[in-house]
């Protein structure tokens, strides 16, 4: 059974920043992509952020600019480094790790990112 851990996370001030970590059960090099979904109250989850083995990544508009991706080898671990925080991105963010072959997905429990005044 594959676990990702989060870390990271909590309240902060609009234009600060944050880092959320996701580490695994196993290496996280064992996965294709990973990345990172948030869901705001009463809405759907939805695709922030993803970085491959080849450490290509992809950020959607709303974040490009602001958040990046990173990996600590020795700690085995992916960052997602959040800055210029606004109220709109406060939601639960769920890292997620995926593999094509088979085709698995899997989920952190999620964290909590509180961004107000």
């Known amino acids: 059974q594959v676990q990702l851990v989060e870390s990271g996370g909590g309240l902060v001030q609009p234009g600060g920043s944050l880092r959320l970590g996701c580490a695994a059960s196993?290496?996280?090099?064992?996965?294709?992509?990973m990345g990172w979904y948030r869901q705001a109250p009463g809405n759907e989850r939805v695709f922030l952020a993803s970085?491959?083995?080849?450490?290509?990544?992809y950020y959607i508009d709303s974040v490009k600019g602001r958040f990046t991706i990173s990996t600590d080898n020795a700690k085995d671990t992916r960052y997602l480094q959040m800055d210029s925080l606004k109220p709109e991105d406060t939601a639960v963010y769920y890292c997620?790790?995926?593999?094509?072959?088979?085709?698995?997905?899997?989920w952190g429990q999620g964290t909590q990112v509180s961004v107000s005044s």
């Open positions: 997620y790790a995926q593999t094509h072959q088979p085709r698995l997905h899997y």
């Open positions: 196993r290496s996280i090099f064992s996965f294709d992509v």
């Open positions: 970085i491959a083995n080849d450490s290509t990544t």
